[in-house]
Every structure is written in structure tokens, then in C-alpha cells.
DNA sequence: ACAGTTCTTGACCCTTGGGTCAACTTGCCT
DNA sequence: AGGCAAGTTGACCCAAGGGTCAAGAACTGT
């Protein structure tokens, strides 16, 4: 590969990971291109699909991160805290970040290294909730499967809220919380309820213009 | 109106009502005008928008079927299945329905018969909460924007898995309806657990290829 | 320093969906 | 029956986004 080549390549790396993490992992790809400074045409050029590119830059975006509250929540010595502790800092990563929100949902089947990280969060996530239900703590019957529909409903509300109520997400976590827990402790949401005005606003984002 | 102008209203309605409900409020406009038989110019000149055809057949479509939701729910005994049944009859009408799905969610500000019945819907949603919460039956934080919050996550949720487990919004109410109760029963849901194909193949759709 | 290969460019094509309007048809009233 | 208003049509416009490719620019090895 040429010098030049490797150069574009790494500034359409660049640009895909900002705008990733900007806008999620469906910015056009123009828009990508434009950012790095090469025309479209380059950038099909040096990836090909869209899966490709995702692919070379979503472990620096997401993985770590993933791993690390995996692993933190293993380490708790109460499991049903390590397991609350999991759900929300999944949660609050979604929320902060379109592009952990869109990896944990896992669409684009087509880029590998996008789906290993989502089968090793998933792993983590079995592991953790066994914890805890072996414990006691939570109700025996929820899967990871459950928990993975709820993080891909999470990524959708928590980008609808963000402009609005970028908190918002966390009621309805800490609702689920209350109703997996075997022994809930009845505490408050950490977030105010929002106003009428507000979910009005949510309501049209919600799977409305992305 | 001349008399063919008002037979073209009638068919544009009625293929929008059918449209409507196999697929949204946001099935393109030209393939209801081909389903009714018009070009889709006539659609524009008799209607305009989308939001006026919206408005014009919304009425049938759900008012009836989400007032009497509740109104049966205000009409338990017990307001905490009052409250139980209210949720878990929205989210099924909207499962079953993708237009009540679009109404109950209420996009589409400029259509004011539809945002008049959802501003109904919320007011019942605020008695049918109020009771129970007046029952200390449900934690007494919880506000109509909570669940329409909820409703609005369903919706795409219920969407999503319609082809591959049309029940499992089933789980994720009853974990919801556990986490609200102050004095839960700890039932089982009433729908099986994913398996890892169905919930690869639901993230798919979330908010996916519409 | 130049040939030859590699790479880049941007004009071009496609599709989907919203929307407009001049020219044509058709219903209705006299 | 005929004329005119009312209604209909479909070709046409737009924008966004995905994708391709001939022509030209730019590296690089000798």
C-alpha cells in the first residue's frame, strides 16, 4: 500500500471514529469522507463497506470500555450490586456515547470484530446475572437475551432524551432494577421525572428523524 | 365536492386505514394512493398532508379501542390491576397494531385529532396511576411521562420482534410491572425467554431497516 | 527523472420518498 | 347537449444516501 494510501486510510479512520462517536455508527459515509478531507470515492476505495471501516475503528470505541464494566462488575463482592452496577454503566455508556450505543445493539452483522464484542459482552453479561441469581438476588428467569433487548430499547431512548433530558434514561433503569431485584430496596430514581413538555419533545425523537 | 372527488376520499381513506395499521402512520403516501387505486397527486389535492389524511381515519383506527382500555382498567376493583391490565393492554393493542403503535407515541404534532387522543390517553394514564398510587399499590413516583416513556420504547420494541417472538414485549412489561409494584408477587412472565437467534435477529430491526 | 503502477477524484447512476403543476378528463348545471 | 368548473393524472422537481468508474494525479523503484 502506498504512502499516500496509508495516510487517507488513517485520516478516514479518524473521521469515522469521531463522527461514530458523535452521530452513531450509520453517519453516511460522504460525511465521513468529507470530515477526513478525500473524496467518497476513496473511502470505498480503501474499505469497501461500511462494515469494514466500523470494523478497523470500533474496538478503540467501544471495547475497552465494555471489557472494563464487565469486569469491574465481576469484581464487586455482592453480586447483586455488581449486577445493578453492570446495567447502569451499560446504560450510561449507550448514553454518552451514540456509538457504544449502536455496537451494543449490535446491527451490522457484516463487521466481525463488531460482533465478537458484542458476543463477549454478552458472555459477560450471562456471567454476571448467574452471579447474581445464584445468589439470590435477582429473578431466576431473566436471560441475557432480556438484557439485550433492553440495552437495544436503552440506545434508542437514550438518544432520543439527550438533547432533551440526557438523564431520563435512567428511570426506566432503575425501574427494571427494582423489578429484577428478589428483594428490592424501594429507592428513588436518580433522575427527575420529566416535565410534559419534555417527553413531547423525547416522543418525536424516539424513531422519528434520526 | 363533486361526487367521483368524494368516492376518491372514501377509497384514499380506507387504504390508509388498512396501511396504517399493517404498517404505521409512515408508510409512504404514493403506496396508499396505489393501493386505493389513484395517482398519488389526487392524494396531495384532496388531502394535502399527511398529518389531514392522519387525522381523518386515526379516530377509528384507535381512539375507541385505547378509551376503552381505560375505561375497563378504571374499573377494577383493585386498582393495582386496574393499573397492571392498563399497561399491558396499550402495549398489546400497539403490538398488534403498528398504528396504534405511531399514535400512542404520538409523532406527528400537526395531526390534532391524533395528538387530542393521545392527550386522553395520557389523562387516563394519570387517573389509572393516580388510584393505584393512592392505593399504595405502585411506588408513588411514577408519573404518566414515565410511562409514556415506556409506551414509546414498546412500540418499537413490539415492532421489532413482531416476525420472530410477537410476545416478548411480554417480558419486558412484566419486569417493569414487578419493578413499579410496592408489593410485587414475583410472577413468571407470561411469554418464554429469547433465544440468541430471535435476539440477533430483533437488534436487527430495532430501529434498523424500518 | 521518468515509466509504470497505484491511488484519487468527482461526475455520474441508482433508489426512496416528498412534493408540484400543466395538460387532460370528467361530472354537473343549465 | 354543451360548456365550464372541478378533479385527475403522471411526468417532473427536489434531497439524501449508497455505490461505480473513466480519467487524471501522484507516488516510487530503477
Known amino acids: 500500500m502506498r504512502a499516500d494510501a496509508q495516510r487517507n486510510a488513517e485520516k478516514l479512520r479518524a473521521a469515522a471514529a469521531e463522527l461514530f462517536q458523535e452521530r452513531g455508527l450509520k453517519v453516511p459515509l460522504k460525511e465521513i469522507a468529507r470530515r477526513a478531507g478525500v473524496s467518497h470515492g476513496t473511502l470505498y476505495n480503501l474499505f469497501g463497506t461500511r462494515e469494514a471501516l466500523i470494523d478497523e475503528v470500533v474496538t478503540g470505541l467501544a471495547a475497552d470500555r465494555l471489557d472494563e464494566a464487565a469486569e469491574h462488575a465481576l469484581s464487586f463482592e455482592d453480586p447483586r450490586e455488581g449486577f445493578a452496577y453492570y446495567i447502569e454503566k451499560v446504560c450510561e455508556l449507550q448514553a454518552t456515547d451514540p456509538a457504544v450505543a449502536d455496537v451494543v445493539s449490535g446491527r451490522f452483522p457484516a463487521a466481525e470484530c463488531l460482533m465478537a464484542i458484542c458476543g463477549r459482552a454478552q458472555d459477560a453479561a450471562t456471567r454476571i446475572i448467574e452471579r447474581a441469581q445464584l445468589a439470590g438476588a435477582i429473578?431466576?428467569?431473566?436471560?441475557?437475551?432480556?438484557?439485550?433487548?433492553?440495552f437495544g430499547t436503552n440506545a434508542l431512548l437514550a438518544r432520543a432524551v439527550a438533547d432533551t433530558a440526557p438523564d431520563a434514561w435512567r428511570r426506566q433503569v432503575a425501574f427494571l432494577l427494582q423489578g429484577l431485584d428478589t428483594a428490592p430496596a424501594q429507592e428513588a430514581p436518580s433522575a427527575a421525572p420529566l416535565t410534559g413538555q419534555q417527553v413531547y419533545d423525547v416522543m418525536g425523537r424516539l424513531a422519528g428523524t434520526p
Open 139 to 150: 429473578r431466576p428467569d431473566f436471560t441475557s437475551e432480556d438484557l439485550l433487548l433492553f
